[in-house]
């Protein structure tokens, strides 16, 4: 991920692959990966100008793909795995990349099913059935929160895909 410059490090010198994601970061992720460059109008009330991260987020706001609550976005919060999922599915539509549609069998393997949201269920069955997302061992962990290295990882699927 850094060599395609998908990810940077932390600090200029480190990769810190066990940092949490923050939302900020994913959506300048998103962009990068999918060459996502435009944006315009308004960015959420919390997103402040300046911010390395401004710029993707009103990207990723203005695509469709970026969404929060009463105008917030929460950019220096972790992101949790149901939450990715959920960007994550929606740059790929952007994106034009198509995936066999997941469904709640997809997610009952898992021991945790029952935490995940309603407004996650197919996002995450989409990114499961398509090897994307594996979860770890027997659970999908939907509230946790998503590492550097995890997310590198599952990007890393992602671009082997649709290279």
Known sequence: MYNHSVMTGVGGSSFAPSNTLTRGDFMLMLCRAFAFDSGSGSNF???AAGTYYYQAILTTKTLGIAQGSSNQFYPTQGITRQDGAV??????????VSLQAGSTSDLSQFSDVGKVQ??????????????????????????????????AVILHRVLQMTR
């Open 45 to 47: 009330s919390d997103v």
């Open 87 to 96: 960007f994550l599915l929606r740059a790929l539509n952007v994106a034009g």
């Open 118 to 151: 309603s407004y996650a269920s197919s996002s995450l069955a989409t990114l499961v059935r398509n090897g994307i997302l594996v979860g770890d061992g027997s659970a999908i962990n939907p509230e946790g929160i998503v590492s550097r290295a995890e997310m």
